[in-house]
């Protein structure tokens, strides 16, 4: 009953010329797969020509991060209203690394997402424990924290519209993807925290993606976990044949 969503966060790769070529294979590889929803966030620089590309098409486009002011002086950031001036209506807001190395905490994440809900931006909150916070068994704690936290403020119209990234970041980038029963049992636990907070119901209806080194031959195994509803991906998102297979395999 949740409709399996496929994103593709493209980090600080593809200038704007390797953007749109990208844009341009993902448009007719994607073109026809039914049954899954499809998102690629470029990097800002590229927004405006990617969703020019992708517009009309399947594949919806998004941020990898907002400031959560509307304009101001705040040297070398993007706020919500300059997002949808490009096309795009999706972000990325609290990724591990905007946590590990720009100081995204709960409290600016929280106000991140009062800030893409105003522009009508669709939010895709990430959330996940590093290795040492898992072996210190504090996987709950830590995503409590970080996910019911930023939903403070958030009305039920909002809260039924976030979608959650599990992605733990010791899966991140390393090639050591969690297994499906690693992966399963966070998402069960992220579900029941969410239910906590906005009602069964909303908790039944949220998806939640699962990140960390997904590429097209761990995906299938993945995707058929009962709580995992799609794939963020990073790198093998940079390769369009390897997205397509990945979004393949949420079809079956
Ligand atoms: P990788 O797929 O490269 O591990 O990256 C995952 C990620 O951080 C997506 O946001």
Not at 53 to 70: E, K, T, Y
Not at 113 to 139: D, K, N, S, W, Y
Not at 172 to 186: C, E, F, K, L, S
């Amino acid at each position: 009953m949740r409709r399996p969503l496929i994103a593709g966060n493209w980090k600080m790769n593809q200038d704007n010329r390797e953007a749109i070529e990208l844009a341009r294979q993902l448009k007719v590889k994607l073109a026809g797969l039914d049954g899954v929803d499809l998102l690629v966030c470029p990097p800002a620089t590229a927004l405006a020509s990617v969703c020019e590309i992708l517009g009309g098409s399947a594949v919806a486009v998004g941020a990898q991060n907002l400031h959560d002011r509307r304009s101001g002086a705040f040297t070398g950031e993007i706020s919500g209203a300059m997002i949808r001036s490009t096309g795009a209506d999706w972000v990325l807001i609290g990724h591990s690394e905007r946590r590990q190395f720009f100081g995204d905490d709960e409290d600016w994440i929280a106000r991140k997402l009062l800030a893409a809900f105003e522009c009508e931006i669709h939010p895709v909150l990430c959330i996940g424990e590093t290795l040492a916070e898992r072996e210190a068994g504090q996987l709950e704690t830590v995503l409590r924290r970080q996910l019911l936290q930023p939903l403070e403020n958030l009305g039920e119209d909002q809260l039924a519209k976030i979608i959650v990234a599990y992605e733990p970041v010791w899966a991140i980038g390393t090639g050591v993807v969690a297994t499906p029963q690693q992966a399963q049992d966070a998402h069960a636990l992220v579900r029941g925290l969410f239910a906590s907070r906005a009602g069964q119901a909303a908790a039944d209806r949220l998806r939640i993606l699962y990140g960390g080194s997904v590429k097209p031959d761990n995906a299938g195994e993945l995707l058929s976990c009962p709580d995992i509803d799609g794939a963020l991906v990073g790198g093998a998102s940079l390769d369009a044949a390897s997205f397509q297979g990945i979004a393949a395999a949420a079809t079956n």
